[in-house]
């Protein structure tokens, strides 16, 4: 069985769990995510949006993966989009 990034990205979606296009790239390998949401919505599930703090989605991948931004970065401030699939 080949591996899908999109295939594996809606099933942690479907699982509950919430991703921002940091981590569907980084942790699942897809290169287009808000194209990859167009495609989940076309197979009819209601994905939701949100703008959080990127540091919010940065301590979610830390828990995976190492992923340190320049100390710099203002990542209190700057806002990003997360998704997750409504029931």
Known sequence: CKYRPSSALLEHMLEGNKVSTLEATLLFGVQTPTAEM?????????????????????RRLNEVCNCIPPSQLPVREILMSEYWISK
């Not at 167009?38 to 940065?58: D, Q, S, Y």
């Open 38 to 58: 167009t495609n989940i919505r076309r197979k009819g599930f209601l994905v939701k949006k949100e703008l959080v703090p990127m540091a919010k989605v940065l």
